[in-house]
């Protein structure tokens, strides 16, 4: 069974930082790569940030580059959204999603809160 699932949201104020967390399992992860989405009231899901199989290539919305860094462990199936100086505009739900090669399967994890204010 595939498992994608988020951890780590919460309420923080402005200014202030999270770490979210994306543990994997039931597919090939480490061949695969990996995106945050995050989702406000209202508004589309848009792509926050995303990473290649082997870590070194990564991409950043323009709302959040210089304040989120995206990284993966894949001996430990796990990528990450480290996020910083929030903003209340940052306040969404954000989702993980894995693109696996070769059958080129997606899989969406369920989404974590977070919320920004003071």
């Known amino acids: 069974q595939v498992h994608v699932v988020e951890s780590g949201g919460g309420l923080v104020q402005p200014g202030g930082t999270l770490r979210l967390s994306c543990a994997a399992s039931?597919?090939?992860?480490?061949?695969?790569?990996m995106y945050w989405y995050r989702q406000a009231p209202g508004k589309e899901r848009e792509l926050v940030a995303s990473?290649?199989?082997?870590?070194?290539?990564?991409n950043y919305a323009d709302s959040v580059k210089g304040r989120f860094t995206i990284s993966r462990d894949n001996a430990k199936n796990t990528v990450y959204l480290q996020m910083n100086s929030l903003k209340p505009e940052d306040t969404a739900v954000y989702y993980c999603?894995?693109?696996?090669?070769?059958?080129?399967?997606?899989?969406w994890g369920p989404g974590t809160q977070v919320t920004v204010s003071s």
């Open positions: 990473i290649g199989s082997a870590g070194s290539s990564t």
């Open positions: 999603k894995a693109r696996e090669p070769v059958f080129r399967n997606e899989y």
């Open positions: 039931g597919f090939l992860f480490s061949r695969s790569t």
